[in-house]
């Protein structure tokens, strides 16, 4: 016989899930990727029913929003399907993508009304910006799929994400919206390979982390965010993701992160592809 516990409170519906499908990446970023992706890295343990499962699971959580996000999350071999399912249950899809190698079938996918695409431009200066990414020929390849994105139609946010120094930021951002298209420029966060090699530290997030928002990691651990990846509580491939945004471990995640004393509202989603109806803007550090 099934024993309900009715003491425990059903989980706060999330505004977004972000779906961190895998760790790979054709670029390596070595100052500034968070996720530490690159290309030798893999898809993780989750497997393709792992996050078929996960997405049913977060509608039924009346989930609004689901992003798939990396590395690079179109090298994930399931990453058609995943979108498809997505959509297939009622869900709206942002995809985040470096646009460095756009597949037709993918492309069909960002058509979609239902879907947004976000991505990365770093510098109009192509050899400053292939520097950042650590690949060679990225800043040309990004700008055609840039233009082949706004010529097709597709819902694209630009991000320059600007580590100063020097950094032609405001000039990426002005070159964006001579394009047509959305670009912000938001500051670089002190995590991953952008930490220097110290422990993540809270002072990067922007307080707001596990609001109506969580990550799902390639391993399956669930944090309170994508930047906020060193604060997990449960794995979704062991436990529901309702069992993990009740447990008590959640909650003392989500009480780890610095309330945000700023009257600024932040975004959704911690990303360039902020286009909730609230509003927002970029999702700034708190310090």
Known sequence: MTVLDIHRPSPT???VLSLELTARCQFTCPSQCYAEAGPTRD?????ADNWHRLIDEAHALGT?????IGGE???HPAFTELVEHALNAGLNVRVHSNLYKVRDEHWSLFEDPRVRVATTYHSDDPAQHDAITGRDGSH???RAAIREAFMRGVKLRVAIVDHGNGQRAEQARAEMEALGVTAS???VRAVGRASGGLLPSTSSLCGRCGDRKAAVLPNGEVSVCEIGRFLTAGNVRETPLASVLTSPAWQQARKSVPVRDSADPCGPDCGPSDDSSSGGGSCGPMS
């Open 73 to 75: 999350p179109t090298l």
């Open 140 to 142: 040309a390849a990004t």
């Open 64 to 68: 609004r929003s689901v992003q798939f």
């Open 43 to 47: 898809h993780g343990s989750m497997t």
């Open 13 to 15: 519906p999330l505004d």
């Open 185 to 187: 420029v938001d500051k």
